[in-house]
T-cell receptor
Framework: DAGVIQSPRHEVTEMGQEVTLRCKPI?????LFWYRQTMMRGLELLIY????????DSGMPEDRFSAKMPNASFSTLKIQPSEPRDSAVYFC???????????????FGDGTRLSIL | EDQVTQSPEALRLQEGESSSLNCSYT??????LFWYRQDPGKGPEFLFT???AGEEKEKERLKATLTKKESFLHITAPKPEDSATYLC????????????FGTGTRLQVTL
């Protein structure tokens, strides 16, 4: 089965440019998560969606960051304008809710390594 | 505020030398504790979920246990291919499917 697919795998761009990261979740999963990973802060949740609707965006660092999920098989994370401090690895994950108290685990893509010069 | 602390930050073992990784948590109400393995350049890979104190899960050389304050990942007779960063994460009651991660333990197993 195909896992979570992210693109691009690497992105290098100059400060001020718009950056768009893409994610295709596992088919049938109804939750989608965007994380950022840095050496200093580890893995941080930015935003997550349930059935394509944003549920919690409290982790989005500032208004320069936005995320959309136009359909069940695609999501984007956009940074505009980008800054050097946005350099990190960005992960997308998806999971399937099962109801009750026991959720299925989140499955992660291999991330996008973003470098802002 | 929910907190997850992992120790040690890094651990170097010789092949066959068993040890344990620790994940301490402070949360308002635990819904589940998750262990992941992350290899360089890859996303975290799910290992285990634990839901209640006293629960244990095993997979090959790994065994995860849970108490009301912490979880341990025991590695028995590790091999070099067990080298990775091990992450734990908690899911808290009332926060839907949100996970809060610790900063991980980098494990290196040498011959």
């Amino acid at each position: 089965d195909a896992g979570v697919i992210q693109s691009p795998r690497h992105e290098v761009t100059e400060m001020g440019q718009e950056v768009t990261l893409r994610c295709k979740p596992i088919s049938g999963h109804d939750y989608l998560f965007w994380y950022r990973q840095t050496m200093m802060r580890g893995l941080e949740l930015l935003i997550y969606f349930n059935n394509n609707v944003p549920i919690d965006d409290s982790g989005m660092p500032e208004d320069r960051f936005s995320a959309k999920m136009p359909n069940a098989s695609f999501s984007t994370l956009k940074i505009q304008p980008s800054e050097p401090r946005d350099s990190a690895v960005y992960f997308c994950a998806s999971s399937l809710s099962r109801g009750g108290d026991r959720n299925q685990p989140q499955h992660f893509g291999d991330g996008t390594r973003l470098s802002i010069l | 505020e929910d907190q997850v602390t992992q120790s040690p930050e890094a651990l170097r073992l010789q092949e066959g030398e068993s040890s344990s990784l620790n994940c301490s948590y402070t949360v308002s109400g635990l819904r589940g504790l998750f262990w992941y393995r992350q290899d360089p350049g890859k996303g975290p890979e799910f290992l285990f979920t634990l839901y209640s104190a006293g629960e244990e899960k095993e997979k090959e050389r790994l065994k995860a246990t849970l108490t009301k304050k912490e979880s341990f990942l025991h590695i028995t007779a590790p091999k070099p291919e067990d080298s990775a960063t091990y992450l734990c994460a908690v899911q808290v009651v009332g926060t839907a499917s949100k996970l809060t991660f610790g900063t991980g333990t980098r494990l290196q197993v040498t011959l």
